[in-house]
Each structure stands twice: as C-alpha cells, then as structure tokens.
C-alpha cells in the first residue's frame, strides 16, 4: 500500500478540485459533493492502510464517535442554522492543528521530525505557524458562532486602542516564532498559542453582523491553512494540498465578496464593518409614514403584475418560508406572471446561503440571478416581493456617504413600481441601520411571520 499511497492521495487530490468547480454553480453541485465524498473515502481508507498505523482502536473509536455526532448533527440540524454549524466545523479545524502541533512539539521523534531539543528548524516553523493559525481558527470561529447563534452581540464590540493592542499581539506572535526557532523553548510555544487565542477573539469580536458571511468565508481559509499546517507535520501530502485548495478558495471567496460589498478586504479581517448605528426604525421618518399592508393587499397586486422579482433574505431562513415562497411563485405563474428571483452576494450569514435554501424547495436554477445580472431589471419589473431582506437592500448604500454601507453594492428594489416589504417589525436589519426604504411612495409594509403573511398571500390569490 505504501507503494500506491502517493497515486491514491493524487487521485483523492483530483477529485477535491472536481469538487470544488463542481460546487461553484447549483447544477453542478451534487456532482461536486459527489467526487468530494469519493475523494475523502479513497484518502481514509488509503491513510488507514499505511504501515504508519500501527493500531487501530483508537482511530476506530473516534470515527464511530465522530461518525455519530456529524449523523445525527447533519439530520436534525435546521437550514437556518448551517452558518452556526459551519463556524463550529471551522472552530474544531484549528482545535486539531493545535493539538497536532502540540503532540508533534512534545514527542517530536514519534513524527520523524527529530528529537525532543533538537527538532528540525523547518518543522519548528511550520509548527509554529500551524498552532498559530489554529489557534486563531478556533477562538475566532466560537465568536463567529455566538454571534450568528444570538449569544453574542451581533453588533461591532470595540474598545479603546483596540487596533493598536491587536498590532501588538501580532508584533509578539512574530518575535516567538522567530525566537521558538533559535531556543525551542516549551514556554515559548505554549505562548504563541495563548496569543494566538486571544488574537482570534480580538479581531472577531469587532466585526458586526453585516460582514458575518465574510468571516465565515474568511475562517474558512483559516482553517484550510491550519490543516496544510497539519499536513507539514504530519509529513502527508494530501493533506497540503487540500488544506492549501481550502485555504486559498475561502481567502478568493473572502475577497470576491468584499468586492462585491464594495468593501476593503482588510478593513474587514482587521477592523469590522464600523460602528453601526441606530438599533430600530420609528413607524415614521421626518414627514414620511410607512404605509402598511394586507396579505389581500399584495395578493392583489401580485396577481395583477406582469413581473414579480422576488429578493429573500435571512427573515426568510429565519421564518423557514422557502418552500411556500415556492408556492406562491407558482401560483403567480399559473396566472401567467413572470417570476424570477434575486440574489445579494451576501444575504444571509454565509456564502451561497440563500441559493442553499431555495435549492432546497426545488426552485428553478434558471429562476435564480445574482445581483449583477438582475438589478437593471427591477426597473421595469411590476412588483418587488422582498422577504426578510433589509441592509442589501437598503438605498442609503447608494445615496448616504455617512451611512456605514455607503459603496456597498445593493439591490435596486425601490426601481420596481410596487415594493413589498416583508418584515416582522419596523426594525432594522442585521447591521442596525434605518432603511428608508420603508417608507417610499411605492413601498407597502406586510408586517408578520415571514412564512405565514406569504401563505396568506398564496390563500388571497387562490380565492
């Protein structure tokens, strides 16, 4: 086995690269989960049989373990939850790079990178750097998890200096690698791993809710780069290279979407969205007053459009309202309306979210647009059904420069000639911030339980 473990490890490696060009588009993506499965098989099975395993109890033992939580985990976790669930998989990621790192430093001969004093300097610095990113990984994913959870603040939490005391931390991650290199220095190591954990609640802790699904992504290639640490260590070359693919598709991804908030990619991973500001939104703004609605209302209007452009957001994970939005979609298309949907980059609390949940309800592939090739057509679309959705869809992004999402591109609801809003309240969105949207002349407020104002309207339209 030994002799065919290197073609085995580059035929698991190929299947992950078909994987991942499989997952980057809807219709693909069942084929690409497919090759990632066959290629994580092919990688176990080939790890398992190599003559560096000397037992199996142990490695048994935490398959079935492991193999049980993920089970029953994947069958009763919700939709709306996978953002949590995505973050606590990244957090366990970096636990594994520091416990690796940690065992490699302590019994050094067991991994054939020297003895205990003597370990060979480029072990020493991918060790160093693994437990570090690792390290980073795993307290920063916790944080990103209480926050998408509700147990943290969703809001920015800063404090005074605190840029200058996160430079600081990285300025002395720095010096104890460089000086873990020369002294090998136990103290030293469990220091970088110290640092390394408060540096990764330090700078997650500040970023507010609108930037969650980049940090999501962004702890992605966290982790991604700590199992490649891992890989180094453990002298396994598949393990590089899918840590490297992780590492480097979560950092495009990251960017990608900052791109497409108009944001700058540092700014985000070292310093948050900003300071969000109101925390709701009055029944009135100025001499403005929002006009609220019926599900009769927008069931009227709906069937009386020629095009509907829906825009789901989180209040629609939260709501679970994807399949009766289905629903009425179809319902409105038997009447002959032409109904398509429109996708922000960053609805939702991670990357593809919203796709994930319309995917779900079997909705249409071709339905389903992306910003950039939607937003022109809300211009001259009839009706804006939006459910849920509120800072991607909020104007002042575009016409505030004192707004803390000016720049960041949005969809341009308010150009259709009738908007239905769907919200519980009049509150803001994730990000805190007023959308005057709320109360344009064309804009009618359905407020309710997400799922049960559109089955109202899906009722209203049938009879």
């Known amino acids: 086995m030994e002799t065919f473990a290197p073609l085995l490890y580059l035929v698991s490696s190929v299947l992950f690269i078909l994987a991942l060009r499989g997952l980057s588009h809807p219709e693909s993506s069942r084929q690409g989960l497919n090759f990632g499965i066959s290629g994580m098989a092919i990688a176990i099975i080939t790890t398992l049989m190599t003559p560096a395993i000397a037992s199996f109890g142990l490695i048994i033992a935490g398959i079935v373990i492991g193999g049980v939580i993920g089970a029953v985990t994947a069958v009763k976790i919700k939709m709306t939850a996978l953002p949590q669930l995505v973050a606590a998989f990244h957090s366990l990621v970096g636990l594994a ?3 690796v790192a940690v065992a490699a430093f302590h019994n050094p001969q067991a991994y054939g990178i020297g003895t205990p004093g ?30 998408l959870q509700g147990v943290i603040s969703g809001k920015p939490l800063t404090f005074t200096g605190q840029h200058m005391f996160n430079a600081c931390l990285g300025i002395a991650l720095v010096a104890l690698v460089l000086l873990i290199c020369m002294t090998e220095s136990t103290t030293l190591f469990w220091g970088i791993i110290v640092i390394s954990l408060i540096l990764g609640v330090t700078l997650i802790i500040p970023i507010g809710g ?18 490649a640490g891992i890989g180094f260590t453990l002298q396994n070359p598949l393990l590089i290279i899918t840590g490297a693919l992780v590492g480097a598709s979560g950092a495009i991804l990251s960017y990608i979407m900052c791109k497409g908030m108009n944001r700058s990619f540092l700014s985000v991973i070292l310093g948050g969205f900003g300071g969000e500001q109101s925390t709701a939104v009055a029944a009135t703004m100025g001499d403005k007053a929002a006009k609220i609605g019926s599900a009769e209302d927008a069931a009227f209007i709906m069937k009386n459009a020629a095009r509907v452009i829906i825009v789901p957001g989180y209040g629609m994970a939260v709501a679970q309202a994807q399949h009766v939005l289905r629903e009425m979609a179809d319902v409105l298309k038997s009447h002959g309306v032409d109904v398509r949907y429109a996708i922000h980059p960053v609805a939702g609390r991670m990357p593809g979210h919203m796709n994930v949940l319309l995917a779900e309800a079997n909705v249409p ?9 939607i937003n022109r057509d809300f211009a001259q679309a009839d009706v804006a059904y939006v459910i849920g959705a509120n800072d991607i869809t909020n104007p002042a992004a575009k016409n505030d420069s004192s707004s803390p999402i000016y720049g960041m591109p949005v969809l341009d609801v308010e150009k259709a000639k009738t908007v239905l809003f769907v919200k519980r309240s009049m509150g803001s969105g994730y990000a805190g911030i007023d959308n005057p949207l709320f109360f344009g002349d064309n804009t009618l407020m359905l407020l309710g339980d997400a799922k049960k104002m559109t089955e109202d309207i899906v009722k209203a339209i049938e009879a």
């Open 365 to 373: 592939y071709d339905e389903v647009f992306e910003l950039e090739d």
């Open 210 to 227: 609108a930037d969650m699904p980049v940090i999501v992504s962004m702890l992605n290639s966290y982790s991604g780069w700590a199992a």
């Open 118 to 147: 003597d370990i060979h300097l480029s072990s020493l610095i991918e060790m160093s750097l693994g437990v570090a990113i690792g390290a980073v990984t795993f307290t920063g994913s916790i944080i990103a998890w209480g926050k």
């Open 97 to 99: 790079a520091v416990c």
